[in-house]
Structure formats: C-alpha cells, structure tokens
C-alpha cells in the first residue's frame, strides 16, 4: 500500500511562489507516475500537473503552464510542485496523486492512490 502526504501550503498574496512537497511510503514509488490536482470549493477537481517514472517527462494543465513546475526526486520518495506568480484563481485544495503506471496520466480516474491535500489560498 502507498501513502502520500502532502505538505507546503498556505497563505500566500498574489505574484508570490509556494512549493509543495508530496511524500510517499513505499519503496516502488519510483516506478509509478505522479501527478497533482487541485479543487476549489464548488468547482471539480482539476488536473494540474504529472510527471512519468523517471522525471524525464512533464505535462501541466493550461491553466497553470509555465508557473508551476512539477519534479520527483527518488532518493526522497518525493515529487514538489513549484508554483510561481500565483493568483486569486489557484485557491484551492492541492492533492498529490500516484498512478501504478509509468507513463503521465491526466484523468483522476487513471491513479490509484492519493493524499489528503493541502490548502493554498492566494491573497489580492
């Protein structure tokens, strides 16, 4: 069993930067896909970022290309995403997600593990 847990949010104003942290247990993580999502209140979840096994491979979401960056570092069973210039409109519940796949997934339906998620709320 995976578990992922997710640290780094906060308050933050708008144009400032956050990195969030998601942890995993387990000692395959680096063989599975990851990927971040977000929900804000009375919207669906929303597909932010992925990355493949190895790191080598991105995808982000239209909304949040060429703010946030998403990187995995095996050695710490953790994958970050780098958020920068953000705004009132990234407020929401950031969820780290693993898929027992290599390859980078976009559709929630595709993971098969995810964390409790963590607040991030943009100030303007």
């Known amino acids: 069993q995976v578990q992922l847990v997710e640290s780094g949010g906060g308050l933050v104003q708008a144009g400032g930067s956050l990195r969030l942290s998601c942890v995993a247990s387990g000692r395959i993580f680096s063989w599975y896909a990851m990927g971040w999502f977000r929900q804000a209140p009375g919207k669906e979840r929303e597909f932010v970022a992925a990355?493949?096994?190895?790191?080598?491979?991105?995808d982000y979401g239209d909304s949040v290309k060429g703010r946030f960056t998403i990187s995995r570092e095996s050695a710490k069973n953790t994958v970050y995403l780098q958020m920068n210039s953000l705004q009132s409109e990234d407020t929401a519940v950031y969820s780290c997600?693993?898929?027992?796949?290599?390859?980078?997934?976009?559709?929630?339906?595709?993971?098969?593990?995810w964390g409790q998620g963590t607040q991030v709320t943009v100030s303007s």
């Open positions: 990355i493949n096994w190895s790191g080598g491979i991105t």
């Open positions: 997600a693993g898929a027992r796949t290599a390859d980078t997934q976009r559709a929630p339906g595709h993971y098969n593990y």
